[in-house]
């Protein structure tokens, strides 16, 4: 944008319009605040509310309307009817108390628009304050008769009295505005009635003249009219008697489910897993002997260390000399170091291994799970699995089983001599053996549970992250950011209420055993001062430097065993997604190697009473459909907001899965192939234009099958040489650094290429 000189009055009603890539979307964001202004002045009087990017929150609809506001019925109604969102909240579950997938992924594109409306419209409406409303091409994703009505009912109307600015490309609607601010394309505006831009702006002329090629089709129309509003008007009617014959259920509106908290003990079948994958082609078989006896060897080497030292000292031997204690001892060192070693590695090459295998696996199963999964499931309930719980596979666990692994050598070693030695001492060993187990149920039952409870808040701390990340720009337009922070301090808060009550576990624990430690000590100090057996006084010392290890080898092994367990909800987790998730079919079978490589050649499409819905407690969305499409036909699909015009793709691309019926493309029952097959072989052009950071040309050839030639003339082609593109053109992530209009003409390209 450049030299803007631009007046706006009080109650103006201002349309911005221009073709692809002008800055329609610039000019709301400048007057906004949001663009860095390198010189002149934005003078605005009062508040102002720029409807946007349509976010939609995890949420229910009604919570999404009023964003934060208090609830008045009243007004409420008044705002949805306006909106046009009367008649979707009767096809939803539970009306407007219907959960709203991450992202809106069970609404329509239009449904979403109108959403995102009514929540501008609703502050802008409850809030006096606000007397300045900008919409930023709001009316793209809704048809005709809809956005007649949103216009006359909602702009004209209910704000009637505000300062509106609607940047829109649909030039139908310029005819009710005040004034039009025309985008030359240059960084210029112009600014003028209808009348006066004809006159003297010859690009807003050219884009007048091409709208009304298509008003001379529309005039055959209107004989129709009247038919179709008796039409209406019957149905009309219809859904009166129904919404007041009709219970709303909330329970049928919820979507997101509940994350599944595993209780009691970890299975066995997780921890076998967890192994199997860890000893690969070895086996079990191998690997446990192989770890048992590197735990045995090594604990074995530390104490006959300093039990030979005893006997050197005490000159075990009489008839051997220094020489023969030395060689013996330096051995047995040595032999420690290597068998540590062994220990060590074996633990490290099970936990790495299986670590590795099982995030492989999860992430192949993600990738192909059904779009029925990612609905039900917040994003952030996915990132918890693959940040925290990997984080535990790969360092936390080898750790702490490494630290239980030798602290339990040691202490049965420890015990074991003091029973050589000291053979009273064996009546105690049972009942420490029992104390420490009781204690370690009791507290592993309760630290086990905190430690699931911690993983499942962690996901909603994760989810909301997300989800504010996506909003960022719709919370800082509402001012709810002290809202949103105080919502993600709450659940933070959560999620450390349960880490202080897993170290206050932790702490409880290591009370008790320092309390059996102290017994144990005790009994073996008495033992060898009293004399009760004939030892030297080396082996006293020998028992007494032990039983003080013991101690520590006693509390290092129950905590770090308590911590294996613990951690293990995270293999358990993990497991979930690589051994459990729901899959979708097959996407190689042997079926494909029979079809031509030119398949399909023709094009022909033919629904035999297709039926499919969403998910198997969900109502049918297409029932019994039969559809014959002939080779190079151009078929347009119509039909109200969430009428099921997109589900037809998602049947095409089984996405989702039908319940009945039979789909052929070119003969071919495409229910048979595998999905590889079916999906490289179409090509589409979504409601909502997907980029990926990089570059255009990453983007319209991301595995670099096609010649740059090819790839300019498809750019050209698709943009109609309007708007700079290169190939070397930098892509942010979603493609933020281009318009919505630029977008979609780099999808459409991605489309040609294909």
């Known amino acids: 944008l450049s030299n803007i000189n631009l007046n706006i009055n009080q109650g103006e009603f ?27 002045n934005v003078d605005i009087y009062g508040d102002l509310i720029l409807c946007s990017n349509p976010w939609i929150q995890n949420t229910t609809v009604r919570e999404n309307i009023t964003f934060g506001l208090d609830y008045d019925k009243q007004i409420y109604k008044t705002v949805v009817e306006s909106c046009s969102l009367t008649s979707d909240f009767e096809i939803l579950p539970a009306g407007d108390m219907t959960e709203i997938g991450e992202r809106g992924v069970n609404l329509s594109g239009g449904q979403k628009a109108r959403i995102n409306l009514a929540r501008t419209v609703y502050r802008a409406y409850i809030m006096d304050e606000y007397n300045i409303v900008m919409f930023d091409d709001v009316l793209s994703a809704v048809d005709a008769k809809v956005g007649k009505h949103i216009m006359s009912e909602c702009i004209l109307g209910l704000l009637g009295n505000k300062t509106r600015v609607l940047a829109t490309h649909q030039l139908s609607l310029i005819g ?5 601010i025309y985008m030359n394309g240059d960084g210029t505006i112009d600014i003028g009635t209808n009348e006066e831009l004809i006159a003297r702006n010859p690009g807003f002329q050219n884009l007048m003249d091409f709208q009304m090629e298509g008003e001379d089709e529309k005039e055959d129309e209107a004989d129709d009219k009247d038919e179709d509003e008796d039409e209406d008007a019957k149905a009309e009617e219809l859904k009166l008697i129904r919404k007041q014959t009709t219970v709303v259920d909330q329970e049928k509106g919820r979507l997101i489910t509940t994350e599944v908290s595993k209780t009691n003990g970890i299975p066995l079948n997780v921890m076998v897993t967890y192994l199997r994958s860890g000893c690969g082609k070895v086996g079990l078989k191998f690997m446990l002997p192989n770890l048992i006896l590197s735990i045995t060897f090594t604990a074995f080497c530390m104490l006959f260390t300093n039990v030979w030292l005893s006997f050197w000292s005490s000159d075990r031997f009489t008839d051997r000399s220094d020489g023969f204690y030395i060689g013996i001892y330096v051995m047995i060192t040595i032999l420690f170091v290597l068998c540590a070693i062994w220990q060590f590695c074996t633990i490290i090459f099970i936990t790495n291994r299986s670590s590795t295998m099982l995030n492989i696996k999860a992430v192949n199963n993600i990738m192909h ?19 925290k719980d990997t984080d535990v596979l790969d360092n936390e666990i080898a750790e702490q089983t490494r630290l239980c692994c030798f602290g339990f050598g040691n202490m049965c070693g420890i015990i074991i001599m003091c029973c050589i030695f000291l053979p009273w001492f064996t009546i105690a060993v049972p009942i420490l053996g029992v104390y420490v187990t009781c204690c370690f149920n009791y507290y592993q039952s309760t630290a ?33 950011d002290q809202r949103f922070i105080d919502k993600n301090t709450k659940l933070i808060n959560t999620m450390n209420e349960a880490y ?11 009370t008790k055993l320092h309390i059996a430690s102290f017994s144990v000590n005790l009994i073996v100090g008495m033992l060898s001062a009293s004399r009760a057996y004939p030892i030297s006084a080396a082996s006293s010392g020998l028992l007494i430097s032990y039983i003080v290890q013991l101690s520590l080898q006693l509390i290092t092994f129950s905590k770090s065993l308590g911590q294996v367990e613990q951690y293990s909800s995270s293999i358990e987790r993990i497991c979930e997604y690589a051994t459990e998730l729901p899959q979708e079919a097959p996407y190689e079978k042997d079926v494909d190697q029979t079809l031509p490589p030119s398949w399909p050649e023709h094009g022909g499409i033919q629904f035999k009473d297709v039926s499919l819905k969403y998910r198997p407690e969900l109502p049918f969305v297409l029932k019994n459909m039969n559809l014959d499409i002939k080779p190079n036909e151009k078929i347009g699909i119509c039909g109200r907001t969430g009428a099921g015009k997109s589900t037809i793709m998602t049947a095409l691309y089984r996405l989702s899965e039908i319940e009945c019926g039979e789909m052929t493309i070119d003969g071919v029952n495409i229910s048979e192939i595998g999905l590889f097959k079916l999906r490289s072989k179409l090509a589409i052009i979504p409601q909502d234009p997907v980029l990926f950071k990089g570059t255009i040309r990453s983007n319209l050839d991301p595995f670099e099958e096609t010649d740059d030639s090819i790839l300019i003339e498809a750019l050209e082609m698709a943009s109609g040489g309007i708007g700079d593109f290169t190939l070397d053109s930098i ?10 209009g630029e977008r979609q003409v780099i999808a459409l390209c991605r489309a040609l290429i294909r």
């Open 14 to 40: 201002l349309v911005i319009t221009g073709s692809i890539g002008s800055g329609k979307s610039s000019l709301l964001a400048a007057i906004n605040g949001d663009m860095p202004r390198l010189d002149g």
């Open 176 to 180: 009710d505005a005040d004034r039009i």
């Open 369 to 387: 799970a059904p779009m029925a999964f990612f609905d039900t499931t917040p994003m952030g309930r996915i990132i918890n699995r693959f940040t």
């Open 448 to 480: 086990r549970e905190v430690k699931r409870i911690e993983g499942t808040s962690r996901s909603l701390v994760f989810s909301s992250l997300d989800e504010v990340l996506q909003g960022m720009s719709t919370i800082k337009l509402y001012a709810s």
């Open 500 to 510: 202080y009550y897993t170290i206050g576990v932790q702490r409880w624990f290591a």
């Open 731 to 740: 892509v942010e992530e979603n493609g933020t650094n281009y318009s919505l």
